[in-house]
């Protein structure tokens, strides 16, 4: 069984910065590519960044660009997700995905969220 487990999340004053950190439990890490999502009060679960298996290639949506990164380390078997410059409007829960490389369903499993406050 696949189990992504995030960790990392809480609140922060905008400005801050946070980062956020998810594993696979009883997988070969760099079999995954990986993404994170987010689901912000009262709209739907969207896609902020994705990595592929081997780190060769990331995508970062527009609204967060500049301010967010993605990475891997596949030898500690974790994805990172480091925020900076956080806006109220940041303010969500964010999910760790992951799908198996070459893998046609994206994502194919998702973490249990994490809760992601910034106040102004």
């Known amino acids: 069984q696949v189990q992504l487990v995030e960790s990392g999340g809480g609140s922060v004053q905008a400005g801050g910065s946070l980062r956020l950190s998810c594993t696979i439990s009883?997988?070969?890490?760099?079999?995954?590519?990986m993404g994170w999502f987010h689901r912000a009060p009262g709209k739907e679960r969207e896609l902020i960044a994705r990595i592929s298996w081997n780190g060769g290639s990331t995508y970062v949506a527009d609204a967060v660009k500049g301010r967010f990164t993605i990475s891997r380390d596949n030898a500690k078997n974790a994805v990172y997700l480091q925020m900076n410059s956080l806006k109220p409007e940041d303010t969500a829960v964010y999910y760790c995905?992951?799908?198996?490389?070459?893998?046609?369903?994206?994502?194919?499993?998702w973490g249990q969220g994490t809760q992601v406050t910034v106040s102004s």
């Open positions: 009883g997988r070969t890490f760099s079999n995954y590519d």
């Open positions: 995905a992951g799908a198996e490389r070459y893998s046609s369903t994206w994502p194919q499993y």
